[in-house]
Nanobody, 123 residues
Framework: QVQLVESGGGLVQAGGSLRLSCAAS????????MGWFRQAPGKEREFVAA????????TYAESVKGRFTISRDNAKNTGYLQMNSLNPEDAAAYYC????????????????WGQGTQVTVSS
């Protein structure tokens, strides 16, 4: 099993930046692909970005491509999501999740989830 704890959320003005972190414990973090998802009130959870176990492969939702960057440091058992040029549509609870094998964009494919961190963007 893997336990995940997100941090780094908060309130930021439109155009600003935040870096989210996802600290993992338990099983070997480097064995897992990691994804970031978000969920705004009244909306379904949606894919944001994902990274392979090695960090060599990444994929992004079209809505964040060019603004967000996913990365990981397996030595620190931590994943990151750098978010730049934030806009009010990015406001949501952000969750990290992990799964064995390859990355996917479907939330149901991920086995372990963090509790989420809130991102609020003021216009």
């Amino acid at each position: 099993q893997v336990q995940l704890v997100e941090s780094g959320g908060g309130l930021v003005q439109a155009g600003g930046s935040l870096r989210l972190s996802c600290a993992a414990s338990g099983d070997t973090f480097s064995s897992y692909a990691m994804g970031w998802f978000r969920q705004a009130p009244g909306k379904e959870r949606e894919f944001v970005a994902a990274i392979s176990w090695s960090g060599g492969s990444t994929t992004y939702a079209e809505s964040v491509k060019g603004r967000f960057t996913i990365s990981r440091d397996n030595a620190k058992n931590t994943g990151y999501l750098q978010m730049n040029s934030l806009n009010p549509e990015d406001a949501a609870a952000y969750y990290c999740a992990v799964r064995l094998r390859w990355i996917t964009v479907r939330p149901e494919d991920y086995a372990y989830w963090g509790q989420g961190t809130q991102v609020t963007v003021s216009s």
